[in-house]
């Protein structure tokens, strides 16, 4: 048997350069803070943030690889300011519920796609979530478990929201439809169709009573929502109301298609007998812009809208009071007119319209296009917004709830913008210092150098459109190829451009210009540029005398060499020894040359694309090359000879790849987002890093190897630390292979098993089979088998090693109960599910032993009535389960009554202790108000007396 290589682990570190990627952005209270905290998406992360400070606060991962694709903030408890709890839906399906003190996460799986949508319910104790397959699913964060799936829409779910007041979810979709679900009966009991195109967003307002939905036009639709089982008195008065006529208005109007139609056919489109909800549609208020909406944000006293554009267009809703004074304000003039007017008689009212209950505000432009805003309105009178932009940035916006819409253009600057932890385009060079201790990265706009410790932008310049880049020997400057040509000279210490020279000039026939490519030579004395002129150009480092100073600063100046190609050089790269000079060009070639006589030494043929990135080993012995047709090639330098092939390396293309200092591995990066590890000797892949979403631009390694640096179309900069973990090539292909089996088995999560009347039903159970149902069902029949023989013998079979070195217990029941609490609780019902009728029967017999001995009731309930639910024919077809079952129907509720006697008994004590509290808390205040009013008096005594004291001795 041969030696088998070994190899050490390099794991996800760090990620940073991200303000927020996603299309969702909320204002969070944490420590009773209004205001102060926003949460933002960045790829698989949430990041909270500090407005005043402009820091990162927390960083909150649930373990999941999708990416987060929409938030909610669980509402405040009653008489509390913390919403302490913070929902967050991924692209893989998964609903991740965060606790914001201490970032521990709660985690569900039941969506074949990705999340669309979350609510709570006013009580903070259940999330709804909607996917992109058109399910919605109701999840219990008490229990941690689901408790229904509801299917009757037809596409992408774009909204759900909880009535304030009823058991009832209100849910938008793709298919222009907005439904009704009561919760308590698990059906849809009213559909609105009155829009004709996607329903993409919508708001609940006015306890309830107004329904604002968005559509892809210009136009917000108000509905009236009365329930029937009102009373008839302000059902009466409110369809006096709403059938009130007003006069047409650019803001406000009755209809949005042109003519109005007559209100008797509008009533019968709305009229809906069998539901117990009257919609009635009040008219539309007007955007500023065109566009779809995006998104609907509100606190009640505010509407934030926003498209694809910069504008936030925001609506205040008044109270009662003030829509009464303007209604009345309105019939005044009414009234003046008619008297003022030629006619005699005129029917004038002051009943409330749509225009008295909405008042358009000043609409908000943003520094750039939005991905999502949210609203929070303060007692003063101000009105905030947060708003994340599409270039990695976060902007605080500011208007008056008092302020009144002027008709032009929105001009408002923002109060606060902050992106400085990040680039506002995507990473396109990264290089590790010589100490490794920083990370220069740069961008289409700016330069960054950052602290590999705490990833912190320490220095941030402006420069041109980057396309390669390098660290000058001594960790002081940068040197950057820009797409225009022309090369940049940065310093760090006073952030600035020592140097602009225009290197590359193309002739007027290219299509495309810049330095595309930048290397160091081998003594660090000077570099050598490639770029869109067909030239190869050698230059060197000086000193010369800085012009505001009395010292010398770094410069550089072409050396009299240069070397012309047949196509535009795409990279160019120096051996480490000083032999070598490698050319890559557009013609589908590499070629090597003495870099002392610029003489050729070896071409390298045989691609389909042009080489995008190459790289020489430590010793000069190798040089690999990788491609746009998505391979990567090994050559020998000593002959040009093609080592060895690496087909589909990188779906889509190699972007970029860099040898390991002192070895022969060597990593490379592509557009399948992904960054692979490869051994040059052996020609093996020996990992593969995921993480990016999107395409991998570039990557570095440092001296030393203990650190690689990936950056992205995603503009995160993700960090991947070498351990001391051993690898060994053939486990790590066996875990690949389970996993890529487990993505693939994934697709059995589609395969539900339908239950005894599920068929058909909009209500169905909210679990699906995942690789972690089946593992925890082996968990549970492994168990069941050790129970089994624990029983039969006895307890005089020796114990199993679960019992004596897992679990520490030498009660097999204890053992089986100690399983089930492991199982997550979201995940049980499923397990249950799978599990083959033998060991169901067997499953019973356990429930019941855990009955009789009062542990885990609850959990022993639960387990029951899922077991019987599904295999009840079968088991009451059995004779050896019939007993077992009576058994259990006369021993649960017994203990059922117990457990509730129990809770009830406790709630009742800590009420008491609670009332206690409250007088004891009372007393104290009255004696701490009676002591603060006797020291008073005693000081303003001694006061006096002190008074009296100089004026008798005057």
């Avoid at 949210?374 to 932009?389: I, K, N, Q, T």
């Avoid at 994934?746 to 599920?758: K, S, Y």
Wanted: hydrophobic content about 40%.
């Amino acid at each position: 048997m041969g030696v088998t290589t070994q190899y050490l682990r390099y794991v996800p570190g760090q990620v940073f350069g991200l303000v927020g990627t996603g299309r969702c952005v909320c204002f969070v209270t944490r420590f009773s803070q209004v205001g102060k905290f926003l949460a933002a998406p960045a790829c698989e992360r949430v990041l909270i943030w500090d407005l005043r400070r402009e820091a990162k606060v927390l960083t909150l991962d649930g373990d999941v690889r999708g990416a987060v694709m929409v938030m909610e903030p669980r509402p405040t408890a009653p008489g509390s300011l913390d919403n302490s709890h913070l929902a967050a839906g991924y692209s893989d399906g998964s609903v991740v519920v965060f606790d914001l003190m201490s970032g521990q996460p709660l985690k569900f799986t039941g969506h074949r796609g990705g999340v669309s949508s979350l609510g709570w319910d006013p009580q903070g104790m259940r999330v709804a979530s909607g996917s992109e397959d058109g399910e919605l699913v109701v999840w219990d964060v008490v229990s941690e478990r689901g408790m229904v799936r509801l299917r009757g829409h037809k596409g992408k779910v774009t909204r759900i929201r909880f009535l304030q007041s009823r058991n009832v979810l209100v849910s938008s979709c793709r298919d222009t439809f907005i439904k009704l679900w009561d919760l308590e009966t698990h059906h849809c009991f009213r559909t609105l169709a009155g829009h004709r195109a996607e329903v993409w967003d919508f708001v609940l307002l006015r306890g309830d009573t107004r329904l604002i939905s968005g559509s892809s036009d210009a136009e917000l639709r108000v509905w009236a929502l009365n329930f029937k089982d009102t009373e008839k008195e302000e059902v009466e008065v409110k369809k006096k109301e709403e059938g009130a006529e007003g006069p047409p208005s650019k803001m406000f109007r009755l209809d949005t298609e042109g003519a109005v139609k007559p209100k008797q056919e509008q009533d019968e489109e709305m009229k809906d007998d069998a539901s117990i909800l009257e919609v009635v549609r009040l008219g539309s208020v007007l955007r500023s812009r065109g566009d779809r909406v995006c998104g609907l944000q509100s606190d009640g006293r505010v509407v934030a809208c926003h498209g694809k554009g910069p504008i936030v267009d925001l609506f205040a809703i008044l109270t009662d009071e003030e829509v009464a004074a303007r209604a009345a304000k309105r019939g005044r003039k009414e009234r003046k007119r008619a008297r003022e007017g030629s006619t005699t008689t005129t029917i004038t009212t002051e009943a409330p319209q749509l225009a008295d209950e909405i008042r358009k505000l000043p609409s908000l432009r943003a520094a750039n296009k939005l991905l999502g805003v949210d609203v929070l309105s303060e007692r003063s009178g101000m009105v905030r917004v947060a708003a994340l932009h599409n270039d990695n940035s976060l902007a605080l916006l500011t208007s008056e709830f008092s302020a009144k819409d002027a008709k032009r253009e929105p001009e408002r600057t923002p109060v606060n913008v902050f992106g400085r932890p990040g680039h506002r385009t995507e990473v396109r060079a990264v290089a590790f210092t010589s100490l490794s201790d920083q990370v220069v990265t740069a961008s289409a706009d700016s330069l960054k150098v950052w602290n590999r410790g705490d990833t912190q932008a320490v220095v941030t310049v402006p420069c041109g459109s980057a396309a390669s880049l390098v660290v000058v020997p001594g960790d002081r400057h940068a040197l950057l190829g820009t797409r225009s040509g022309h090369l940049q000279l940065i310093d760090f210490a006073s952030a600035t451009v020592l140097e602009d020279i225009l290197a590359h000039e193309p002739d007027e026939t290219a299509t495309d210009t810049g330095v595309w490519t930048v290397a160091l030579t081998h003594d660090g004395r000077g570099f050598v540029s490639g770029g869109s002129d067909k030239m190869v150009k050698f230059w060197k480092f000086e000193l010369v005398k800085d012009e505001n100073g009395q010292g010398k600063r770094l410069s550089f100046m072409q050396d009299s060499r240069a070397l012309k190609v047949a196509d535009q050089v795409t990279c160019v790269r120096c051996s480490s020894g000083g032999k070598f000079l490698a050319v890559a060009t557009l013609d589908l070639k590499e070629t090597i040359y003495f870099i002392d006589s610029l003489k050729l030494c070896h071409e390298l043929y045989g691609k389909s694309l042009p080489a995008t990135c190459m790289d020489f080993s430590t010793d000069s012995s190798l040089i690999v090359t990788g491609s746009k047709d998505s391979s990567l090639r090994i050559y020998g330098t000593d002959f040009g000879d093609q080592r060895r092939l690496l087909k589909n390396a990188h779906q889509g293309g190699v972007t970029d790849l860099r040898f390991i200092p002192k070895t022969h591995m060597f990593f490379s990066c592509g557009h399948d987002g992904t960054v692979k590890q490869w051994d040059a000797d052996n020609f093996q892949r020996i990992i593969t890093l995921e993480g990016h979403s999107g395409i991998v631009r570039c990557l570095a390694v440092c001296p030393r190897g203990a650190w690689v640096i990936s950056g992205g179309q995603d503009r995160s900069l993700r960090l991947w630390e070498r351990t001391q973990e051993p690898l060994v090539l053939e486990e790590e292909r066996e875990e690949e292979m389970r996993k890529k089996e487990e993505e693939e088995g994934g697709a059995t999560a589609t395969q539900r098993r339908v239950l005894p009347g599920e068929d058909g039903a909009q209500a169905v159970r909210p679990t699906v089979t995942t690789h972690h149902t089946e593992k925890a069902a082996d968990m549970i029949l492994e168990v069941l088998g050790v129970y089994r023989e624990q029983v039969e013998s006895g307890g005089q079979a020796e114990p199993h090693y679960l019992m004596t070195y897992v679990y520490h217990t030498s009660d097999p029941l204890r053992l089986v109960l100690e399983v089930l609490r492991r199982v997550r609780s979201s995940e049980l019902e499923e397990a249950i599910l799978v599990l083959p009728l033998d060991r169901v029967l067997e499953l019973l017999v356990v429930v019941r032993a855990l009955l009789r001995r009062g542990w885990a009731v609850e959990l022993a309930a639960r387990v029951l009535v899922m077991a019987l639910r599904v295999n009840l024919p079968q088991l009451l077809a059995s004779a050896t389960a019939k007993p077992v079952i009576h058994s259990l129907a006369a021993l649960l509720p017994k203990k059922m009554q117990e457990v509730e006697d129990m809770i009830g008994f406790n709630l009742a004590g800590l009420r008491h202790l609670k009332d206690r509290a409250e007088q004891r808390s009372e007393t104290q205040l009255f004696v701490e108000a009676s002591q603060r009013v006797k020291e008073s008096r005693r000081k303003k005594k001694k006061k006096d007396r002190a008074v009296k004291r100089v004026l008798m001795a005057l």
